[in-house]
């Protein structure tokens, strides 16, 4: 049971007890406090079986944070200065992970099943795909398999892009590589029958400014799939962020689908050395997106 001693925590024993109303929001009453045990209100709901009460914090959590993000966009200019300040670091290989200057994770072995899935999805329709950011490379390699008619690159930073030409990527038969930001090359490429993204050094702003350019990338009839890690330390935040993506893509004529899929990355030794331990959930829920049939009979 939740504890009760400020507004946050009385919404969380609302939620606990299946109280709809939960009409301590409209009093100020933040969404997304968490307690001492990293759950918030909608965990509670969830966990006690409340639907009604979880829906009803999840578009509460769903206004709130594109209100906010509205505030960032018009504010800020955040996302850019963390991708650039991303993009001059050295950056280091070893056999399981790509990691930053900060000893943070851009990309580990244990997502190799989820690039797996990922590759299947967006090379059902086979085609033309476009990865962007190349990171270990197991998305592509997964691409690779499954022989693609062309399978198109984006790489900014030039640690990675040296590293994919010691490797042999540039001589790879119908693997084109583009050196730079998606933000300055992507609009010159053409469109796809499938494509994946998954950048690092970007917030959920830099995503939501990708999504804008995915139903004229897309071929009808091609899929669209990006890394699912928005709020990825807390199941229900992340499924906030799930409904958020769902609604901007519907805003775009695009319906989402979410595949779960078990992961499990409790292993401690996964994350020895770590800094960010940027995945803590049991379950991925990987997007399938596609232009959504019913506008594109109209
Ligand atoms: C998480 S890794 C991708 C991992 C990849 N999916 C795999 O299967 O190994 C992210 C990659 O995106 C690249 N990146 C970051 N910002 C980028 C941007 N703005 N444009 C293009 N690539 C970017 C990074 O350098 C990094 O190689």
Redesign the pocket.
């Known amino acids: 049971m939740a504890p009760s001693d400020d507004k946050g925590s009385k919404l969380m024993a609302a939620a606990a007890a299946g109280d709809t109303e939960c009409l301590l929001l409209d009093a100020g009453a933040p969404w997304n406090a968490i307690d001492k045990t990293g759950k918030c209100a909608g965990d509670y709901a969830v966990e006690g079986g409340h639907e009604e009460a979880a829906e009803f914090l999840l578009e509460a959590g769903c206004r709130a944070e594109l209100v906010l993000g509205l505030l960032e966009r018009k504010l800020s200019n955040q996302s850019a200065a963390s991708?650039n300040s991303?993009?001059q670091q050295r950056l280091q290989y070893d056999s399981e992970r790509?990691m930053d200057a900060e000893s943070k994770g851009?990309?580990m072995t244990w997502?190799g099943p989820l690039?797996e899935a990922h590759a299947q999805a967006i090379c059902s329709t086979g085609g033309d795909v476009l990865?962007?950011?190349?990171?270990?490379?197991?998305?592509?390699e997964a691409l690779q398999k499954r022989k693609p008619r062309s399978h198109t690159i984006?790489?900014?930073?030039p640690d990675?892009h040296a590293h994919m030409l010691q490797q042999g990527w540039a001589d790879k038969p119908g693997v084109r590589i583009v050196f730079?930001?998606?933000?300055d090359v992507l609009l010159q490429l053409g469109q796809f029958d499938g494509i994946?993204f998954?950048?690092?050094?970007?917030y959920y702003e830099?995503l939501r400014a990708f999504h804008e350019h995915v139903p004229k990338l897309v071929r009808p009839g091609g899929v669209y799939s990006y890394?699912n890690g928005l709020a990825a330390d807390n199941a229900f935040f992340h499924a906030v962020y799930c409904q958020i993506v769902k609604s901007e893509m519907e805003r775009l004529g695009m319906a989402t689908q979410f595949i779960p899929l078990p992961i499990n990355v409790s292993d401690k030794s996964i994350w020895e050395g770590v800094k960010n331990r940027y995945w803590q959930l049991d379950t991925y829920f990987l997007p399938i997106c596609q232009h959504d049939e019913a506008e594109e009979e109209q």
Request: proline share 0%; net charge negative.
């Open positions: 991708n991303y993009l790509l851009v990309m997502e690039m990865n962007v950011g190349f990171g270990l490379g197991m998305v592509d984006i790489e900014a930073h990675v730079g930001r998606w933000q994946f998954d950048t690092y050094g970007e830099d890394f």
